[in-house]
């Protein structure tokens, strides 16, 4: 069996889907379903069961999960970069993951687990995935420290050579349409153009940066679920990894790609960044994938341009999932 928490999610959905697609379908999907409409996001899945969360964990905590487990995908997690309540995430994105990581490990099942970019904080200390480097990042919200959190107690307790952390960028693509405030600029561009003709960018408030050429490491869900899977066939991989295109590109290349994608002309307006945001914003972020790479990772990673044309011409236009 393989399990995915977080399997009814954005990246966590997509991760199912592409074992489905290699044929299997033995899987323990575990969520947090909620109010939303992420359900949508099961409904073309093939899995064997599913859990809430809480007992999940109840179980788990019990010692009473008693089938064998080939590999266990830990994505669940609260992801807003602006939550306030510091006791839920650590609750939810550090306890629950030690709980996870050691049930992994007791079972002898491949555990691979969802860390954050955000744990680069501003950047100073650059984008570099070295296990030695985890201890000087210094993330800019709590969302990002409590992922810090975990990947230092991994490290600290010897776990970190047995197991996979994946620091994912700004990953976008069909099946994150439940997110909320949450979801990509390329979804939210895409309905403000719909709606309106044009689209909001910030402005930058940085004067290294003019506006809109603000940077960041925009991956496409479908790379970001190629990169997570070849740890589940590299066994022989371990530690923390960077999960994205190695390549910043503006948020002016995002919103040109995407009235391509339209075939409309662009017609971008410039808006203030919110307050709550200019402490904590980066102004630039870029994986540098050179370890995945060695690790023997070879597949081409899709330019900006197609990856937003595929998205938006194949799952945004006719409204379709995964």
């Given at each position: 069996m393989i399990i995915v928490t977080g399997g009814a999610g954005f990246i966590g959905s997509a991760i199912v889907a592409a074992l489905n697609a290699r044929g299997i379908k033995d899987i323990l999907i575990v969520d947090i379903l909620g109010k939303d409409e992420k359900w949508k996001n099961l409904r073309n899945l093939s899995y064997t069961d599913y859990l809430e969360s809480h007992k999940f964990h109840e179980i788990i905590a019990a010692d009473k999960f008693f089938m064998a487990v080939e590999a266990f995908f830990h994505l669940g997690a609260c992801s807003s970069t602006t939550e306030p309540d510091a006791s839920y995430l650590v609750e939810n994105n550090f306890e629950f993951s030690k709980t996870a990581a050691s049930f992994a490990i007791e079972k002898k099942a491949r555990f691979i687990y969802a860390s954050s970019a955000a744990t680069y904080g501003d950047g100073e200390k650059g984008f570099c995935d070295d296990e030695e480097m985890l201890s000087q990042l210094q993330p800019l919200n709590m969302y990002g420290f409590s992922k810090q959190m975990f990947d230092l107690w991994a490290q600290n307790n010897g776990m970190a050579k047995k197991i996979v952390g994946l620091k994912y960028f700004n990953v976008f693509g069909p099946n994150e349409y439940h997110k909320g405030d949450m979801r990509s600029f390329v979804i939210k561009g895409f309905q403000q153009i719909r709606q309106t003709g044009k689209v909001k960018l910030f402005k930058s408030h940085n004067p290294q940066y003019k506006d809109g050429c603000q940077m960041r490491d925009f991956l496409y869900v479908k790379d970001a679920v190629d990169m997570t899977l070849f740890f589940l066939d590299a066994k022989k991989a371990n530690g923390v990894f960077n999960v994205g295109s190695g390549r910043a590109r503006?948020?002016?290349?995002?919103?040109?790609?995407?009235?391509?994608?339209?075939?409309?002309?662009?017609?971008?307006?410039?808006?203030?960044?919110?307050?709550?945001?200019?402490?904590?914003?980066?102004?630039?972020?870029?994986?540098?994938?050179?370890?995945?790479?060695?690790?023997?990772?070879?597949?081409?990673?899709?330019?900006l341009e197609d990856a937003v044309k595929d998205y938006v011409q194949n799952y945004l236009i006719p409204d379709k999932y995964l």
């Open positions: 503006t948020w002016f290349d995002l919103a040109n790609a995407l009235f391509a994608a339209m075939k409309m002309l662009p017609n971008i307006e410039y808006i203030d960044m919110p307050d709550v945001l200019r402490d904590k914003y980066q102004y630039f972020t870029q994986a540098d994938i050179g370890k995945i790479r060695n690790a023997g990772y070879k597949k081409e990673i899709a330019p």
